[in-house]
């Protein structure tokens, strides 16, 4: 077992990338991302990390580069948030459907306008749909030990598919936390060589990105939803074989406190432990509340999901993005959605709150559990989605 | 050949739909696009190969006599040819059929 320090999540995370023994990093500053492409650099221009480190012009540049470098087999990473991530979409689209193995850290990030720097998810619901595994961590060592996972579980042969990991802006980038560290023993075991099941090479020619016609989109699309429907597996090895490794066990979607809750409070992300509290006052008044936690955001864990849900009469779902005029926040529409037609539906409650880095406290989720039991009670008619705490 | 494009289920493909036949886009019949096709006047022609070098689809081929036309099984029409032809001996013509 590694040492154990105190150490910035951001740190952390370039550690970790540098342990990975990574190829190509390619990337472009911006906040609050900034630290971790920072330290690669430097590991890189002080010789301590062999790899190629590009400070492209731009995200989007960002991004082709490492589509680039993972069509020929290079171990690639690249890091970005918010703006940044915007300006990369069109790239993003293309590195999964190509179906290369790129780890992203999206240190996540409110959009302008107007402009912030705070931490929300505006930025990664934007690419919901684009086909990448995505996942969520909650403090500096899930950071860590998430970096080895992204790259074992995009480079198994059985995926290939670009890794998104998800890491709240400021309130998990620039904090200082005790990391145990891993062995490089212990990451070169987990992670095997990188060994592309398809690359671009001159002895072997092949055409990646060509187009299709409607005649053979469709399928293109469906081959392509099946392999990432069939990742499932696995994500679960992956995990089950840290586990028994470092002692830490992850799963796509994570209780507290679920025995006997009736009601359960839904998070992703770094405010998972503030919720947490929350239901330890909760339960020490005697309220039946538990939490879920979603880590594994995409392939959406259904059977996980329902599983966890089961028996529980309310979910209060935070959301921290928002879908204008729709049907809810973007996480309680996907709930709603995986619960519908479930025996004895739950009732789905969802509070937008702690939008660009609006502190969201313990008190605030008891405020939430106390307005939904109100609600429940008065028999009033839900709204599909509450802006938790705005003034009038 | 592979499979054609209609022909192709989605467990043919490659992954990341990789093409592996290196230039089978030759296989793709752009010719019909087409609405008006370039018709030459070889008494006009100075066999110079402006057309030839000018046509984006590389549609167009030479004779044996060292005259120019097109293939039409690619040639989109687009007139190109046409426009640069330095003596004026191609003209666009309507598509019949
Ligand atoms: S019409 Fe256009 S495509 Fe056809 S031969 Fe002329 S330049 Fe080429
Ligand atoms: S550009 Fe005109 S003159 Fe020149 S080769 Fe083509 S058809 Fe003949």
Redesign the pocket.
Known sequence: MGKRVGIETSIAAAEAVKMANVDVVAAYPITPQTHIVEHLSEFVADGVLDAEFVPVESEHSAMSVCCGSSAVGARTFTCTSSQGLALMNEIVFIASALRLPIVMILANRSLSSPLSIWNDHTDVMSVRDVGWIQLFTENAQEVFDHVFFAFRVAEDPKVSFPVMVNVDGFILTHVIEPVEFWDQEQVDRYLPEFKPVHRLHPDNPTTMGAFAMPGLFAETKKAQDEALKSTMPVILKAWKEMGEMVGRHYHPVEGYQTEGAETLILTMGSMGETASIAVDRLRAQGKPVGQLKIRLWRPFPFKEFREAAKGAKHIIVLDRAISYSGPGGPVASEIRAALYGEKDMPIVTNFIAGLAGRDVTPGDFINMYDQTIDMAKGNVRQEDYIFYGVRE | MVKSEKELGWKDLEVGCDVKEPGNGSQYRTGDWRSVR?VWDKTKCIKCGV?YI????A??KKDEEGYFE?DLYY????????HECVTGCITMVEEEE
């Open positions: 370039p057309c000018f046509c984006p689809d549609a167009i097109a040639c989109k029409g687009c007139g190109i040819c046409a």
